[in-house]
């Protein structure tokens, strides 16, 4: 099974469809909505990379004018589902490929008419979007077909765009605008083939260029055209234009069929590589090549200049900014898979360190304090009000932007994780050092020495858990912090030894010695919360003081449904009840520092007080349950994380703030439970080991690991564990 | 002009009226009520010092039975302003004597019954409260006198008292009971004398025994009773009856008039000291020594168990719980007039160092953290959510209780300054040494170590300008730290050098030999901030960063008019907008440490930024404006500070919460004004000094300072200053 289908139209559905029908392919993005909707349905074609602001409302991705919508007009009624309700309505997503599909039957008087679509955005001519559109009817008829480009987009916080210039010539329409903050260019062109002969006018206004096509249909024939797109940006106007052009003529040469076939084929090449069978759980294994799906379509494999969003390509929430997500929840499928957008991802950071640097020192501190919702400079996006209080409607000062320090600590992670699997000392000789280096030397700086105590702690800061914010030595935090240390220290002994000179070098230009030897004697003292007596690890200090609660009873004190739960003042922050996984996160990344037994009691004690109201939190519960070999505990958790964007059952207000869209961590998240929990896989001096956990209903698993520029592929059953090479030509 | 005097009657006066006439010892404070009143009209006798706790709200000082309650009834109609409008009315508070006087008259029918009555709290005989009562008509009429004691008291978060045994024995009416947590007794006794024969008869219920006096009233005849109360508490029960009994028998002997004299005499004394003469401003005169006069009813000359709430003795408001104010603001009175109260107030924080080490424990320190809100234990009864947010009727997590550490270095402070003046080692050998070196201990180990800048920081605190919580090294509080740490090493030094077996002594019991190494260490590297470029000392880190707005623009964005400006989301918290002086504390309580020109502009500076929502504030900005030699700019904070409770013009809300009452620090802070600020004293090495300032319209000032056991007299013009020994008979 893979696709996704609906039967129904519900126009309460229209949001979450557009989430859960979504095509791309890391370069864009293009909502699963239908042809004929507009901005009031949340079209978006989303470009990320791509930041606006306008006047002093969020910085966000742009949306760009869309090239594909096309609606039919029978009789003065536009068949649309909100207007008239389909006999027949099929929407369709087929994950093998990125196609996505739509089929109407309108009747009007006994009139039916269908129309279908198809479309995909092509996997490595990532700026092409192509589509097949037809109708066919039941009778002779008179039908008006619109097609062209709606430049009225929906935006969160636009208008982004400058006015548009509109150019149709050769039935080739270009937008050309640029953005209305850094005048980025943006040009959409697109063009269409028709199968058909049928007169054509224009219709223009500064938002539109619509091809009307009259058509006189005969009964039971189908007249189709095909729509090529082209959209650029970030280039000279000039180029842009003239490279949508040179696209759109070269598919519209190639034609529908042969780009299908090229873009199918390399799906079936990631496919190969980024698969997970399994058999004996239907459910389980359509959830996770979802999840698979949502991970490819984001791939980085064109630039290093962009990561991914924490919303994915799924539109602006969240500013289309790139969080802790994408270390920590996403690289691991990737360095698994995908190498190239591993190590893009890898590089986005190093290539934004002067906006980590730039934050270090607007908050006093030196180095690199990492943006917590990073855009294309790195500076961070975060406002200090980043939530709206629901019964003042004023802004609430959260602490996200400033005291998520761990953010940097998940860069050093990434990129240690990433060498690691790559064993190419030019990632860190080329600017991987340097960040960790610059980090390192932030946690320094922002770190204090407890006298009293002779420890280093790392004070005011907000872990994972979001609801408690501003708090002293949160587990994860000091761990992550410590991880740093030792990751920097490596370093500095591996480029010295393996490079003397790029580590003099960059010795020398960051002027580190005397930080190098600081961070070497703190890290003897970095303070890291231990297991107490009953072999808890507090969270953070005083958190075992807070009020001891149940998750539904803080839920029975809302008093407005949107309220947040944090910040100074929620409901959850004087309460034990926190977020998502925090100290369990802390278990999975370190989970060979700690026992069994130790693992276990505090996924007991946390989960109880976990209101998950994270999309990364699931993941993080299924991992520890399949380290503690409890794969049946684990799999809710999985199954949660795996369907979030098929259900989507996921928050979508935290306090006034609209945050909808795709969750790619939850997508990873499920990838990592898979592979990293259920097959246990553990690579351990440059091996591929596994320490199989399998649910009890699942036969088996299968997937492929790429190690040492070699494809391996594991064949995991209840008794049996092979590991195999693959032939190179993968 | 020595008498505060209203003609009016307006039911909305009565609260406010109830602080502005109040009248107390020290041991207890009667509101400023009129005799018919009840707990709906807040008569309180307000018992300082006895607290207690009913079920799980505020801890809070307990009311006591009103033994003064009477009222008059004629022809079916209580003879009580609110139930029917006199035809005259005055109420007269007479500051020299402390004596409440009320004369009403009532027309009914062109029956004119006039009532006249005087009460005080007897100075010396602290726990007898006195009155007289007469009655006069303009007509041959039957009246019904009632009086006895009303035991239905006021409490804010009672009821506090267990049912009372009510006795009534040849005349003398007791009602006996405990309170409900701590079972502490509480004996009120009263007995009349009539000059008139009278039939009397007992109405009696759980609350109340009224006699009830049937008049057959004369025209224009005086009809008088006097009655003498005797409070009393903490003693075993049988004993507390034993000398309430004795004490209203001898009282009653004594009679109305000599005890009327002997008070009278004492607080001739009283003032003999203490009063501040001003020549050339009738207004400032009268309201400074009304403020004079809130702090001679304040004394504690009998107890060192109890010392002064930040309300007085003017009800429950702030839990009676003693705060600061005390010792920066109040001290200095006492220290120039009242030593046996200066030390007393100093002994109560000797008598409460293990209440403060518990603080300090229970938040993971060592040494001595004092409460914010300090009851009889020294243990904190602030609250974690000591606000009521106005919107949701939540409480706010506010902290008051575990940041405002300056409170510790306030009582060290109020210490020294004690041990300075009366120059009596004893005072640091019994306890005031341990509490010393406990507080510092505290600062060490509350502080850090910024290792990267070597210097020791005081993070996460709360200054006095309590908008702003959890902030990092407030300027004020850190000033503060470091003179706690000084004051330690000098005393330190002292009790070596003096008396080196006590030295010992206690640094064995306390194990601080390596204490005190480690606070001489951090004492060098402690760090305070200093003036910036443009002069201005930073209140605490980041806070130029914040919201630049003046005072009236924080305002007009109120949402509900008793909404709280603090705690983490309140209005002012993000903005420069500050609740009372604070860099402008430091400047007046370090005044030598700063140029005239950094004072200048400091005071400047956070002047535009001051709401003045404490009535501390004033004061300080006074007494900077004098050490600037601008004695205008300082006259109307010092009025608003000495009128605070004469105007009733302060905040009656905090959140939702009451928090009405007198306001013994604004009275503080106009005497140290006018001492301080206008006439300029200063103690230099042991001598009188004065550089004075006298407003424009201010002739003289003449005023008595006791020093070295001797009273000084100062008589101060614009152009002569007189220093002067009063001979030793005071």
Redesign the interface.
């Known amino acids: 099974m893979w696709k996704v289908i609906t039967k129904d139209f519900n126009k309460e559905d229209i949001i979450n469809h557009g989430n859960k029908f979504l095509i791309g392919n890391g370069y864009m993005g293009y909502r699963g909505t239908l042809e004929e909707f507009g901005k009031n349905e949340l079209v978006a074609l989303n470009l990320p990379g791509v930041y606006d602001q306008y006047e002093n409302k969020w910085r966000e991705p742009v949306n760009a004018p869309n090239p594909l919508f096309t609606r039919v007009i029978y009789d003065g009624t536009e068949l649309n589902p909100i207007v008239i309700n389909p006999v027949f309505h099929q929407q369709t997503l087929d994950i093998s490929c990125g196609l996505h599909k739509r089929e109407s039957t309108f009747d009007i008087n006994n009139k039916q008419i269908t129309i279908t679509s198809e479309r995909f955005a092509h996997l490595t001519k990532y700026s092409l979007l192509v589509m097949k559109y037809s109708v066919k009817t039941n009778a002779h008829l008179n039908l008006v077909i619109e097609t062209g480009i709606d430049g009225d987009v929906w935006d969160i916080n636009g208008p982004h765009l400058n006015p548009y210039q509109i150019v149709n010539e050769n039935n080739i329409v270009t937008f050309s605008t640029n953005t209305r903050e850094c005048h980025i260019p943006i040009v959409v062109s697109e063009t269409i083939l028709c199968d058909f002969n049928a007169k054509i006018s224009n219709i223009i206004d500064s938002h539109k260029l619509i091809r009307q096509i009259n058509l006189n249909i005969e009964k039971d024939k189908t007249y189709t055209f095909y729509k090529f797109a082209s959209v650029k940006h970030s280039l000279d106007e000039a180029e842009a234009n003239m490279q949508a052009m040179n696209e759109i003529n070269s598919a519209s040469v190639l034609g529908y069929e042969k780009l299908f076939i090229e873009n199918y084929l390399e799906w079936q090449k990631r496919w190969l590589v980024s698969d997970v069978e399994l058999k004996g759980d239907e459910e389980a294994q359509f959830s996770l090549r979802y999840s698979i799906y949502h991970l490819l379509i984001l791939n980085q494999k064109h630039s290093d200049k962009v990561s991914i969003p924490a919303r994915g390509i799924s539109g602006q929430t969240y500013k289309g900014a790139i969080f802790w997500d994408t270390e920590m929840f996403m690289l691991p499928f990737y360095l698994n898979t995908d190498l190239q957008t591993a190590k893009n991802l890898v590089k986005y950071r190093i290539n934004t360190l002067d906006g980590a640097r730039r934050k270090a020192m607007e908050y ?1 501190f ?1 180095g690199a304090f990492y943006a917590w919702e990073s855009q294309e400079t790195g500076d961070d996006a975060c406002s ?2 980043n939530v709206t ?1 629901v ?2 409607n ?1 802004p ?2 959260t602490y996200f932007r400033d005291k998520q320090v761990h953010i940097s600590a998940d860069i050093v992670y990434g990129i240690w994780q990433t060498y690691l699997r790559i064993n190419d000392l030019s990632l860190l000789i080329n600017g991987g050092a340097e960040v960790i280096f610059e980090c390192a030397r932030f946690y ?2 922002y ?6 105590k002779n420890r ?2 790392i ?2 800061v907000t872990g994972p858990d979001e609801y408690h914010e ?1 708090v ?1 030595n949160n587990a994860f935090t000091n761990r992550m912090a410590l991880e740093t240390f030792n990751i920097a220290i490596k370093v500095s002994k591996l480029l010295k030894a393996e490079n003397k000179e790029s580590f003099d070098n960059l010795i020398k230009k960051l002027n580190y010695t005397e930080d190098l030897k ?1 961070i070497e004697e ?1 890290v003897k003292i970095l303070y890291v919360p231990q297991p107490n007596n009953s072999g808890i690890i507090e969270q953070f ?1 005083g958190y075992f003081k807070l009020e001891e609660v149940t998750v539904d009873e803080v839920k029975s004190r809302l ?1 407005h449904p949107n309220e947040y739960w944090g ?3 929620g409901i959850a ?2 309460t034990q009840i926190i977020k998502q996984a925090d100290v369990v996160t802390l278990l999975y990344f370190f989970n060979d520092e700690y026992s069994s037994e130790i693992k276990k009691t505090n996924w007991d004690y946390y989960l109880k007080r976990t209101e998950h109201g994270s999309s990364l939190s699931a993941s993080m519960y299924a991992l520890v349950a399949c380290e503690n070999g409890n794969p049946e505990w684990a799999y809710p958790y999985f199954m949660k994380s795996a369907t979030v964007d098929l259900t989507g059952k996921s928050k979508q207000y935290a306090g006034g703030i609209y945050i909808g869209g795709t969750h790619p961590a939850a997508s990873g998240g499920a990838y990592m439970t898979a592979i990293y929990g259920f097959a246990g896989l553990k690579i351990i001096e440059n091996q591929i080991k596994c320490f199989p956990h399998l649910p009890k209903n699942w036969e088996s698993m299968s997937f492929k690991v790429i190690l040492n520029n070699d494809l391996y592929k594991l064949d995991i059953t209840k008794n049996n564990i092979t590991i195999a090479k693959e032939d190179n030509s993968w």
């Not at 770190?447 to 009293?452: A, M, N, R, S």
């Open positions: 006093g030196r200090h009000f209080d019964f003042t004023r609430l000062r320094y700086s770190g204090y020495l407890k006298h009293d280093f702690e004070l005011d501003r002293n600081r703190v200090d008093i910040g100074a003042n922050a004087n």
